[in-house]
């Protein structure tokens, strides 16, 4: 599953950053790791981009970041 497919309120753990290396690169330095604890907070009204909630602060992406991260469900 990718942090796009998660339900607004749902917790997931995050697996793995695909992608090309700047960009998970770039989403680790923002705090993305393996093993980080996300929350999807809302989706913008045209589905793009999505806000969500780790380590204590709050961070915009893109969709097609967020598909991206591989995330388990569940905390």
Wanted: without cysteine; charged residues 30%; proline residues 4%.
């Amino acid at each position: 599953m990718t942090l796009d497919a998660l339900a607004i309120g749902a917790t997931a753990r995050v697996e793995r950053v695909r992608g090309g290396r700047a960009i998970a690169q770039r989403l680790q330095e923002m705090g993305l790791t393996t093993g980080v604890v996300v929350k999807l907070i809302r989706i913008a009204p045209l589905g793009d981009p999505l806000e969500i909630e780790l380590r204590g602060y709050r961070l915009s992406l893109r969709k097609d970041e967020a598909a991206a991260i591989e995330v388990s469900p569940g905390e």
